[in-house]
């Protein structure tokens, strides 16, 4: 299994309260990822990382930051906790061997109340 | 925004049976992965096609690329309960890594003994 943790693996908040999600891998890849999971729309990119700092956005990057500085920690903030951001979050990370193949970490699963 | 259509998204059989799962899009993809996720745990990479009309066999899974490079298959032989799981593809955009993946929505699947 590629070395890839997240923390915490579940969480429970408020609305309104700030969240961060830390990704931590021991593979040295280069390109992080984070994604959200939810039923009816499977995984969805929300920020990725292609080097120390160099960050871009995904699909569904509204209310959420991400910051790397360093290889191996990738994380996710939710400023504001939001309901509609209660879902499981996926952290990934991708050496951008053949065909950008990406290999995923255990999720977390976030419930905002 | 490339999207990839699966199909179908549900499907339950008796051990012993054939089954095809079906990625599709309007888009061409650089490369295409797929993978089985569980309950409760991230996806797991299966296999990374990358050359139109490629096949690749593992075990009893047989995938292939589209030669259009537009669509993939996954062919099940003698399905198995242990086969159980969510199956997803992904597709990338480009080649060098970068970009998030596209996924589909995924195919649930129960091999009934």
């Known amino acids: 299994d590629a070395g890839i943790t997240q923390s915490p693996r579940h969480k429970v908040t408020e609305t309104g309260t700030p969240v961060t999600l830390r990704c931590h891998q021991t593979?040295?890849?280069?390109?992080m990822y984070w994604y959200r999971q939810d039923p009816g729309h499977g995984l969805r990119l929300i920020h990725y990382s292609y080097g120390v700092k160099d960050t871009d956005k995904g699909e569904v990057s509204d209310g959420y930051s991400v910051s790397r500085s360093k290889t191996e920690d990738f994380l996710l903030t939710l400023e504001s906790a939001t309901s509609s951001q209660t879902s499981v979050y996926f952290c990934a990370i991708s050496g951008a061997r053949r065909g950008n193949e990406q290999f995923f970490g255990p999720g977390t699963r976030l419930t905002v109340l | 925004t490339q999207l990839l259509e699966q199909s179908p998204q549900f499907l339950s059989i008796q051990e012993g049976e054939n089954l095809t799962v079906y990625c599709n899009s309007s888009?061409?993809?650089?490369?295409l992965q797929w993978y089985r996720q569980e309950p409760g745990e991230g996806p797991v990479l299966l296999v990374t096609v990358v050359t139109g009309g490629e096949v690749k066999k593992l075990k009893r899974l047989t995938f292939q690329f589209g030669d259009a490079r537009k669509d993939s298959s996954l062919h099940i032989t003698a399905a198995q309960p242990g086969d159980t799981g969510l199956y997803l593809c992904a597709g990338a955009e480009t080649g060098g890594g970068a970009d998030g993946l596209t996924f589909g929505k995924g195919t649930h699947l129960i091999i009934q003994p």
């Open positions: 593979e040295n890849h280069r390109y």
């Open positions: 888009s061409v993809f650089s490369s």
